[in-house]
């Protein structure tokens, strides 16, 4: 959704509305062309008054609405083409100048059109029908719109163009990162095979049953394998997730208690720590545990540290406590 508003929706609008003017003006341009070609011959005014255009605009500095009034010439004027009389009331084409839409200016030019006045007409020669009493036919002002609007496009394309290279480059980068953690080694100095004597052996130890389930990671895929006595009021468990790709990587293994036997949990804990630990390390994770289940346990925080490069975490999830070595990738 941040990719589209950031990079695709301004490109659209911008590109939009640069293609929706460069139409309108090149149309333009072709028109002018065209009356250039035109023909001429006299014609008489039939009236001439000055005709007033209400609109309603938003003026976003006082956040309200007004009234805004334009004026314009209405010249009604007939001419005879081949022996045919036409009528017709329009002024002027446009040619990428916009006029003073005064009453006043209004008003001077219906006062050099009064009724009865000689005029000369052009028209189409092609539709006689179609005339102008002001036909342009300098195209500069809009052939200068016209390369701002190109401009208007090419900035939506650069900007867009832009935003997919950014993207790309950063799923690109992604998959390399990606790649580079399938390629390391577990975060955990253990491989199921070595883990699966002492982990049969707590099993039994608690009387867990384990179930193998999938989850996904931040860029990885999971095996876990789930030990659970089944109790949800006084629970023991024990997960080891390693990775789908690769199952002789573990990550994390953790351990899951109510700690409603504090000595009991601490046990529970420091014989799961043993399954990736050992030595010195083992023993720092030891007391690290003891000094801090307590406080989690009280306040109902989480607490972290790392040994030998490996996270330790204990979270409180209110009646029960997660105990995790290791992360997930």
């Known amino acids: 959704m941040d990719f589209f508003l950031i990079w695709v929706f301004p490109a659209l609008i911008l590109g939009g509305m640069g293609s929706l003017l460069l139409l309108a003006t090149t149309r333009h341009i072709n028109r002018c062309r065209e009356v250039a070609g035109w023909s001429k011959t006299r014609g ?4 001439a008054s000055v005709e007033a255009h209400r609109s309603r605009r938003f003026n976003r500095t006082r956040r309200r609405g007004y009234n805004r009034t334009y004026y314009e010439p209405k010249i009604a004027y007939s001419y005879v083409v081949m022996g045919s009389t036409f009528h017709s009331s329009a ?12 009453e006043e200016k209004a008003a001077e030019i219906v006062a050099a059109h009064p009724a009865g006045a000689n ?14 009493l002001l036909p342009e036919t300098d195209t500069s002002r809009l052939v200068e719109r016209r390369i701002l609007q190109s401009v208007m496009i090419v900035v939506a394309l650069v900007w867009i163009g832009l935003g997919f290279g950014i993207k790309i480059m950063g799923q690109v980068k992604a998959a390399n990162a990606q790649k580079q953690i399938e390629q390391s080694a577990g975060v955990l100095p253990i491989t199921p095979d070595q883990l699966d004597p002492g982990l049969k052996s707590l099993v039994a130890q608690y009387g867990l049953t384990c179930s193998e389930e999938g989850f996904s990671g931040n860029t990885l895929a999971y095996k876990e394998n789930r030990c659970t006595n089944g109790d949800v009021s006084n629970l ?13 990587k573990v990550d994390v293994i953790s351990a899951l208690s109510t700690p409603s036997d504090l000595d009991a949990t601490l046990a529970f804990y420091g014989q799961v720590a043993a399954l ?3 030595d010195e390390a083992l023993s720092t994770a030891s007391d690290w545990i003891k000094a801090t289940l307590p406080e989690v346990i009280k306040t109902g925080n989480t607490a972290s540290t790392t040994i030998d490069n490996i996270p330790l975490k204990i979270t409180s999830l209110g009646a029960n406590i997660r105990f995790s070595l290791g992360e997930s990738q």
């Open 119 to 132: 005029v000369i007409v052009t028209y189409d020669p092609n539709n006689p029908s179609d005339a102008y």
């Open 91 to 102: 002024y002027q084409n446009f040619n990428g100048i916009y006029h003073d839409n005064s």
């Open 44 to 47: 008489t005014v039939d009236s």
């Open 276 to 278: 990736a630990l050992k």
């Open 236 to 248: 023991t468990a024990i997960e080891v997730d390693s990775r789908k790709e690769d199952g002789q």
